[in-house]
């Protein structure tokens, strides 16, 4: 990971994804982050594959630091747990199809 952040242009925005904060990969980054110096090396942790979409999609002209708390906000917002979701659903179609059976009788 050092060779390649030394190898390339200083202009160059280099981001690095990890998977857990407090990992081994994660740690081995920040610690090249502190010590390299380099404000265009971005290091962001817990990634998910909605936030790696956003990042590789991302113009190359745009100023990156800036779009990377928006990207974080979003992929985070996209995180359901679906099970909640699909409870809620089903739980409005029950309610619907009530509300359709009373209608019916209702119409005779």
Known sequence: MEKFIEETPRE???VILTDLFGG????????LFRDLKRENLHIITGVNLALALELLLYPDNEPLAQAIEAMIEQ???GMKYVNTYMEEIIARSELATEQDDED???SL
């Open 12 to 14: 160059d925005e280099i």
């Open 24 to 31: 081994s990969v994660n740690n081995d980054a920040s610690m």
């Open 75 to 77: 992929a985070r917002d």
């Open 104 to 106: 019916f009788f209702d």
